[in-house]
């Protein structure tokens, strides 16, 4: 082969990688749009009067997801009226959830601990158990779960919607993961100077396991800050309601405030992307970082 002729193929190879990494980006582009566009409008549709909401959604143009008439007075509407609970609302989500995170991540970091470094009988039979957990759907232990707490009184009140979600598989198995991937020398290092369990754990282990720490409580707290079921299962009175359910509650059966609804579901999404945007790096590091070692 000439050195004319390498030089085509080498053009013609590297032309046909260009075309295949353009088409990718199109790709990755079109598949993106699915789950933003709806965000947009959703957000841009709060900061609408009711009668533009549903105006420009055919065909599709600026307007469908820029407001011409903008306006908040849907989030004072909704949060600020006389005899509005809303305040109340945001607040029982976010007590919920953060209070679930913080006790959660101590329960599970303990036991996830306990799988990684203590040798007991059972060990590896109570952790397939423990796992075994995640592929059952919680619809299926709702009714005994519900007779549990009944028993217990704590129907309609906040511990009735944190205790239950306190224990978490999956984020015990993370935890375990990443805990394993730390050096065992410093904790022997730790023993040798005369330092106990806990010590090891509260001052060795979890400083080093911030990433995944932090991965595994957004998670907690986007399940708890998204619960529907069990919160309208379990309560009935507002003073206990959650975010998600005041949500539903907008849609009545002879008129939905549609300018209020959007508003209310903004307010609802806004709280988790905050939250996963300030929280990103160590997401993404404490679940790259925890492999999947045995």
């Known amino acids: 082969m000439t050195t004319y002729e390498q030089a085509s193929a080498t053009r013609q190879i590297f032309s046909w990688q260009r075309l295949k990494r353009f088409g990718l980006y199109v790709l ?40 011409v008439q903008f306006t908040a007075n849907n989030f004072i509407d909704l949060l600020f009226s006389e005899g509005s609970l809303w305040p109340r609302y945001i607040f029982n989500s976010l007590f919920i959830s953060v209070t679930t995170v913080v006790a959660g991540s101590l329960v599970n970091s303990l036991a996830a601990y306990a799988f990684a470094r203590l040798e007991f009988p059972g060990r590896d039979l109570l952790f397939l158990m423990v796992l075994l957990t ?88 986007q399940a708890q800050w998204d619960a529907f079921l069990w919160p309208l299962i379990v309560t009935s009175s507002p003073e206990v309601r959650v975010i998600q359910i005041a949500v539903s509650n907008l849609i009545g059966q002879d008129a939905t405030y549609w300018n209020e609804l959007f508003a209310a579901v903004a307010l609802a999404a806004l709280v988790p992307l905050i939250l996963f945007f300030i929280f990103q790096r160590y997401y993404t590091q404490g679940i790259t970082t925890s492999g999947l070692k045995g």
């Open 134 to 221: 995640i592929i059952i759907p919680f619809e299926a232990i709702a009714l005994p779960l519900y007779q549990v707490v009944r028993q217990l009184g704590w129907l309609d009140t906040y511990q009735v919607m944190i205790a239950p979600m306190l224990a978490n598989a999956f984020s015990i198995f993370l935890l375990r993961q990443f805990f394993m991937g730390i050096p065992r020398e410093l904790e022997e290092a730790a023993i040798v100077d005369g330092a106990g369990r806990l010590r090891i754990f509260f001052q060795i282990i979890i400083p080093l396991s911030w990433p995944a720490i932090i991965s595994t409580g957004l998670i907690t707290f």
């Open 28 to 67: 990755m582009t079109f598949l993106l749009l699915f789950p933003v566009v709806p965000f947009i409008w959703m957000f841009g549709s709060a900061f609408r009067p009711v009668t533009e909401i549903f105006e420009y959604v055919y065909p599709l143009s600026w307007k469908t997801f820029i407001p």
